[in-house]
């Protein structure tokens, strides 16, 4: 096995299939979507070749950038609640009644699907039936909020379920990372002393550090590109109160039916996600850099 | 695990024999598809997508399903093969496989603005043959028209579609309400539901397109049907004084809580069931409704006795009149232009028409697009009622976001629902609607 192994022609072949498959459905697509960004296309006639035309309306369009802004706000929601699953992930993993149970509970929202989910939340949000306004009305509350319809509250009442919906697999990631850090650290701690929260802190979070930095990428990443829950939910609405990036170039790209410019938002959309997961790289690198991402 | 490296290299060669082989097969097959096809006389598959799905419109996937059949047992050569998706999903669909250049052999396409890129995209296929035959004279006035461009038609209509406010009777009786005809009247229906508690008109303003009937008939009303209908055509400027006394008005009836509570953030489906379930007691929409008031199994005939519809009401010194109606052509079918059995294709679209006319209206309950004798079949009343208003129409407005270009309509339904929303003053709303038309 190792000698073939060893060989280069053979780890060629081997890599080969998927090398195929992965250039011609991510690299080739992305690099045509950049070069269709430089286009007048309305997705179906001939095209127009118009250079950076799109790409500097893109920079001047302030639903754009108010859309570019929501994803930021939410990539921010979604990191800053990573502190909260590693804190439930650190309960968890200590020795609790029912932690069991509890993991389960709350790893299904992942095992929900998008629709399913934005479905059960649109219920709870309705204005005047939903489970939310039926128990505020109760509380005395007689102007309860129109979560969906009103465009400040709009975009936090999409969040909450977003992050609910992926609290689950984050909590798990988490959990497995501390059930790998080996009893004899925890039991050595113990024995000199360190209480529950020293070990945590001390030893526990250290340790788990490497995943803590892969799960920021992951929640930072998977915000900028966010669109399903949205998209189901508010279709970006009222009039955009909602939009993020992703929803904003499916709209251009099929409403306006103008896909040389909605190619040109999802590069740059592409080109952002890039950027912030270097920049992540660059501030969470440690001197012996482990490749993660 | 392997004894030497041949052995692998040999494994590996037989996987790769077998994918390649089962890659063949089905190359194949598919080739001995298109040769026969291609061959007139033999078999002929023709490919029709359509947006009926058994779930969501259950009387006309039957119809559509029937007449499949009936023209499979006339023609035996012919086979249809049909793909149904709900409404977005087939307009997400037939825009990804346009910029393929692999659209079915016959499809379901809307009017004007929606049809127009692909038209220029030469995709769908002029069937003005087809008005001269046996179609002949069936279409009822003015619904051909909205699918035919720079003098061609590309599609055929099925259906046709006004807008009447529908209402509860029941509600209305036990409030002593009368049906409006002035503006003035419809105001104080308002004023009274709201005082009793009952939301007045239920609305879906997510779908957006809702909101915009709303704003259409207040223009029609306002400012007159000619310049509503100039104005969406970019002829004449929003910033007309009626055009913009209508979009206040809109903000007026937001702010007299004439919608249910939340609209913005409630599809047209839940705004819908708001109306069904009683709680909302008007509720202005299309005739493809009726049959959910009329022949609908599924919704109680209690129910459907309650339901009676108006015309929306005249306002005091506006310019409209009230046999003006907001509406229009729904569907049609295009033929694609680069189908392989183009001709075949041609002929089951008008053998589709004409039975879609004769079954539609008993069958789903639906209005079509060719004329139809009332008085030869037996039709629940509110049916006859707004077909007879139809006959009496004095114009029809078309939607406006389907009389739109794609761009122009996308803005103009953000327009709406932020008028709707009171995040843009009429003013700016009006100068939104000059820019987006003028940039055409």
Redesign the interface.
Known sequence: MDKVMSNKKIIALYILPALLFIIAIVYVPIILTGYYGLHKWNGIGAMEFIGLENYAALLKDQTFWSSAWHSLLLAIFSTLSLVIYLVVALVLSSRIKGSNLLRKIYLIPMLLSSVAIAQLWLKIYHPTNGILNSFLASLGITNTPEWLANPDVVLYALFIPILWQYAGFYILIYYAALKNIPKSLEEAATIDGANAFQIAYKIKLPLAMEVVKVTIVLALVGSLKYFDLIYVMTNGGPNGASEVMASYMYRIAFKSYDFGYGSAVGFFLLIICLVVTWIVRKLTANKDQTQYS | ??K??KM??LL?LCFTLLVAGCGKNAGTNQESDVGNSSNSGDKITINFMHLWPEGVSAGQNKIVNEIINEYQTEHTNVTIKTEVLDNEQY??KL?VL??SKQLPDVGVTWAAGFMQ??V????FAQVDDLLTGSLNDKFVAGTTEAYALEGHTYALPLEFNIAPIYYNKAIFADNNLQVPTTYEEFKNIVKVLNEKGIAPIALG??D?WTGSLWYMYLADRIAGQDVLANAIQGAETFKNEGLTKAAQEVQALVDANAF???????SNE?AKS?FLNE?AAMYLMGTWELPNFTTNTEISQEFKDKVGFFKFPTVEGGKGNIDSWVGGPGVGLFVSENSKVKEEAKAFVEYFVQKWGERSVTGAGVIPATKVDTASIELPQLYTDLFNEMNKASSVTLFADVQMP??AA?IHL??I??L??K??TPEKFSELHDSALSSQ
């Open positions: 695990m392997f030497n490296k692998l290299v590996t307009k997400n825009k346009s910029a890129p692909y220029e995209g030469g995709l303003n997510k957006r249910n509570k939340g609209f913005n953030g409630l839940e708001e709680k794609a761009n996308e953000n327009q629902q932020a709707f929303g995040t843009v």
